[in-house]
């Protein structure tokens, strides 16, 4: 597939950068990106499991953030932070 993508000049300036540190040419950078960002997970689906789990529980929101804030003053507490 070829594509077309318009680039502010500050975004083109980053992407030859980070090509030439890669030793790889701007397309060939630029589709790579492309391919792991449409292939990876979104951040969607790797929350879709701990949302389901916390939708289970039953919890309001503000419970399991006050849990979590607990959890994290228990683990602060036992490394004497």
């Given at each position: 597939?070829v594509?077309?993508?318009?680039?502010?000049?500050?975004?083109?300036?980053?992407?030859?950068?980070?090509?030439?540190?890669?030793?790889?040419?701007?397309?060939?950078?630029?589709?790579?990106?492309?391919?792991?960002?449409?292939?990876?997970?979104?951040?969607?689906?790797?929350l879709?499991?701990?949302?389901?789990?916390?939708?289970?529980?039953?919890?309001?929101?503000?419970?399991?953030?006050?849990?979590?804030?607990?959890?994290?003053q228990?683990?602060?507490?036992?490394?004497?932070?």
């Open positions: 597939m594509l077309n993508v318009s680039l502010s000049p500050k975004a083109e300036a980053k992407l030859k950068e980070r090509a030439a540190a890669e030793g790889k040419e701007l397309t060939a950078y630029a589709s790579d990106l492309l391919e792991q960002a449409v292939t990876r997970p979104s951040l969607q689906e790797l879709a499991p701990s949302q389901a789990e916390f939708a289970k529980t039953g919890k309001t929101k503000d419970q399991v953030m006050e849990m979590g804030r607990r959890i994290v228990r683990v602060r507490g036992a490394k004497g932070e």
